[in-house]
C-alpha cells in the first residue's frame, strides 16, 4: 500500500524568507509524486510534478520541489514566500503499474506567511 | 479553457436522505476521479473512470455510495440513506489519461452537511 508523510501540520513563516514544506512518501517501486494548494472554499490547485529525470521539479508561482530517492522524500520549497502563498498544501503519490491510477494525500500542511 | 465544474456547491440534507453530485470534467478528458475530504480522514480516494473501461471502486466506503459516467463525460455520485459520517467535501478530477503522471485536475468541490 502506498502512504505519503506530511509530518507538520502547520509552518509558520516571515514574508520573504524561504519555506520548506516536508513530504515523505511509500510506494513500491518509483513514484510519481504531487504537490496540490488549496485556498479556502476551493478545490485542489495543481503546483508541480515529479515523474521522471532531473531531481529538482519547478512549478508555478515560484515553488519547486526535490525528489530525494534515498530518503523517500519530496519537500516544497520556495526561496521568498509572499504572504498570499498562505493555504493549505497536500503532497500527494501515485503507484506505477498495477498500483492503481488514485492519488494517495498526506493530511496537509498549512503554510501561513506573516508580513 | 473551462475547468472542472460541479454541483450544486452546496448541499444540505436530513439523515436518510438520498443525494446527487454532480460533476463535468474538463473537455477531452477520459479519466475522471470522485474524492472526499473530510476533517477526520483527509482526502481519500472513492472511484475513478477511465473511457469504457469498468471504474474501479475501490474506494466506494460502502454500497451506500455509487457512481455512473454517461456518455463518458459527465458524472453522478450518488448517496443512499444518507448518515452524519457522509458529511464532507466531495470533490472531483479529471485529467487526460489514467495511467503514468498525468495531472489530475480538481473542480471546487461540492460541501455536503448531512443533519
Known amino acids: 500500500a502506498q502512504s505519503v508523510a506530511q509530518p507538520e501540520d502547520q509552518v509558520n513563516v516571515a514574508e520573504g524568507n524561504p519555506l520548506t514544506v516536508k513530504c515523505t512518501y511509500s510506494?513500491?517501486?518509483?513514484?510519481?509524486l504531487f504537490w496540490y494548494v488549496q485556498y479556502p472554499n476551493r478545490g485542489l490547485q495543481f503546483l508541480l510534478k515529479?515523474?521522471?529525470?532531473?531531481?529538482l521539479v519547478k512549478g508555478s508561482y515560484g515553488f519547486e520541489a526535490e525528489f530525494n530517492k534515498s530518503q523517500t522524500s519530496f519537500h516544497l520549497k520556495k526561496p521568498s514566500a509572499l504572504v498570499s502563498d498562505s493555504a493549505l498544501y497536500f503532497c500527494?503519490?501515485?503507484?506505477?503499474?498495477?498500483?492503481?491510477?488514485?492519488?494517495?494525500f498526506g493530511g496537509g500542511t498549512r503554510l501561513m506567511v506573516k508580513p | 479553457g473551462a475547468g472542472v465544474s460541479q454541483s450544486p456547491s452546496n448541499k444540505v440534507t436530513e439523515k436518510g436522505k438520498d443525494v446527487e453530485l454532480r460533476c463535468d470534467p474538463i473537455s477531452g478528458h477520459t479519466a475522471l476521479y470522485w474524492y472526499r475530504q473530510s476533517l477526520g480522514q483527509g482526502l481519500e480516494f472513492l472511484i475513478y473512470f477511465q473511457g469504457n473501461s469498468a471504474p474501479d471502486k475501490s474506494g466506494l466506503p460502502s454500497d451506500r455510495f455509487s457512481a455512473e459516467r454517461t456518455g463518458g463525460s459527465v458524472s453522478t455520485l450518488t448517496i443512499q440513506r444518507t448518515q452524519q459520517e457522509d458529511s464532507a467535501v466531495y470533490l472531483c478530477?479529471?485529467?487526460?489519461?489514467?495511467?503514468?503522471?498525468?495531472?489530475?485536475?480538481f473542480g471546487p468541490g461540492t460541501r455536503l452537511l448531512v443533519l
Open positions: 515529479y515523474i521522471t529525470g532531473d531531481n
Open positions: 510506494v513500491s517501486g518509483n513514484p510519481y
Open positions: 500527494a503519490v501515485k503507484g506505477r503499474g498495477n498500483a492503481g491510477n488514485m492519488l494517495t
Open positions: 478530477a479529471s485529467s487526460p489519461l489514467a495511467g503514468g503522471g498525468e495531472t489530475q485536475y
